[in-house]
């Protein structure tokens, strides 16, 4: 069967193994916070479109990570959830390469994301005075644009070199559809697809981990020569979270790339995969949305005609 091409377009996941009284706990699980992701991501769409006090530079960025977050977990927790249940795991072809390139998107579109955030924060707090002439929503359409197209640009190359590739397995060796889990199906030389996948991960990780990095020494230095407790206080409230959410972006996509190289370890690389889309789109809503003034208060005035009302 390894030696030979299949032509057959229906593949079958491997999935988790799990015992009989966990499938439930596990499934509600999953859909809790799934539910939660979306019910907050949605709310803080809705809360920005239809407000125009928040029609801002930053809540664009604000609308650009939630609606990352729901078509990212959308397309991955639906059919995690469905396999858990389901003794029978199988996938059209073309929808295992759809959910890959949706995911792979998802993070390389994250990483861009916060990279513009960190930047939209350095301005705020460096150079306030030109916050208003230099991120202006004209800008930060542009720099959206440009982290998207750049997302689904490289993604695209990414999944191209392996649909290209002929299959001789038809076994996904993991919970969920990605690129290395499809070129694992062939028996041809993927060398390339390893050059170009090495080259994608550290361009894209290079790239987030340099610019977050100078990023946020500028500011560490700009609040140290100042001495302001008013600029240190607005420095930490806004970068503090980023910078959390980032850290664990990055240390989960970390576990979730390295643990491909170690097969001894399937369950805790599916685990890192999953807790890379759910805990940064589960968390973002919460804290980027409570910790801005703004947004916070219209929240909270929301939430006092409502209980007024009632």
């Given at each position: 069967?390894?030696?030979?091409s299949?032509?057959s377009?229906?593949?079958?996941?491997?999935?988790?193994?799990?015992s009989?009284?966990?499938?439930?706990?596990?499934?509600?699980?999953?859909?809790?916070?799934?539910l939660?992701?979306?019910?907050?991501?949605?709310?803080?769409?809705?809360?920005?479109?239809?407000?125009?006090g928040?029609?801002?530079?930053?809540?664009?960025?604000?609308?650009?990570?939630?609606?990352?977050d729901?078509?990212?977990?959308?397309?991955?927790?639906?059919?995690?959830?469905?396999?858990?249940?389901?003794?029978?795991?199988?996938?059209?072809?073309?929808?295992?390469?759809?959910?890959?390139?949706?995911?792979?998107?998802?993070?390389?579109?994250?990483?861009?994301?916060?990279?513009?955030?960190?930047?939209?924060?350095?301005?705020?707090?460096?150079?306030?005075?030109?916050?208003?002439?230099?991120?202006?929503?004209?800008?930060?359409?542009?720099?959206?644009?440009?982290?998207?197209?750049?997302?689904?640009?490289?993604v695209?190359?990414?999944?191209?070199?392996?649909?290209?590739?002929?299959?001789?397995?038809?076994?996904?060796?993991?919970?969920?559809?990605?690129?290395?889990?499809?070129?694992?199906?062939?028996?041809?030389?993927?060398?390339?697809?390893?050059?170009?996948?090495?080259?994608?991960?550290?361009?894209?990780?290079a790239?987030?981990?340099?610019?977050?990095?100078?990023?946020?020494?500028?500011?560490?230095?700009?609040?140290?020569?100042?001495?302001?407790?008013?600029?240190?206080?607005?420095?930490?409230?806004?970068?503090?979270?980023?910078?959390?959410?980032?850290?664990?972006?990055?240390?989960?996509?970390?576990?979730?790339?390295?643990?491909?190289?170690?097969?001894?370890?399937?369950d805790?690389?599916?685990?890192?995969?999953?807790?890379?889309?759910?805990?940064?789109?589960n968390?973002?809503?919460?804290?980027?949305?409570?910790?801005?003034?703004?947004?916070?208060?219209?929240?909270?005035?929301?939430?006092?005609?409502?209980?007024?009302?009632?």
């Open positions: 069967m390894d030696n030979a299949i032509n377009q229906i593949l079958r996941i491997e999935g988790f193994e799990i009989a009284q966990f499938v439930y706990p596990l499934f509600f699980l999953m859909l809790f916070a799934y939660a992701l979306v019910v907050s991501n949605i709310g803080v769409l809705v809360l920005i479109i239809t407000e125009r928040l029609h801002q530079p930053m809540y664009l960025l604000f609308c650009n990570l939630s609606v990352n729901l078509i990212g977990n959308t397309v991955l927790m639906p059919r995690l959830m469905s396999d858990v249940v389901s003794p029978e795991r199988y996938i059209s072809y073309s929808q295992c390469v759809l959910q890959a390139f949706c995911s792979h998107t998802f993070g390389s579109a994250s990483h861009l994301i916060l990279i513009i955030m960190a930047l939209d924060r350095y301005v705020a707090i460096c150079h306030p005075l030109r916050y208003p002439s230099l991120m202006t929503t004209r800008t930060v359409v542009k720099l959206s644009a440009t982290a998207w197209g750049a997302s689904l640009f490289l695209s190359v990414l999944l191209g070199l392996t649909i290209r590739l002929s299959r001789c397995r038809s076994t996904i060796l993991n919970a969920y559809c990605d690129n290395a889990s499809l070129f694992k199906l062939s028996c041809e030389d993927v060398t390339v697809n390893n050059i170009y996948g090495l080259f994608f991960t550290v361009v894209l990780f790239s987030s981990m340099g610019s977050i990095a100078v990023t946020y020494f500028r500011i560490a230095v700009i609040c140290w020569t100042r001495k302001s407790k008013e600029l240190n206080s607005k420095a930490a409230q806004t970068c503090a979270s980023h910078l959390v959410l980032y850290l664990i972006m990055l240390w989960t996509g970390f576990l979730t790339i390295i643990l491909h190289r170690f097969p001894n370890y399937p805790l690389r599916k685990l890192a995969y999953i807790l890379f889309h759910v805990v940064p789109a968390l973002n809503p919460i804290i980027y949305g409570l910790q801005t003034k703004t947004l916070r208060k219209k929240i909270v005035q929301i939430f006092k005609t409502k209980v007024t009302q009632s």
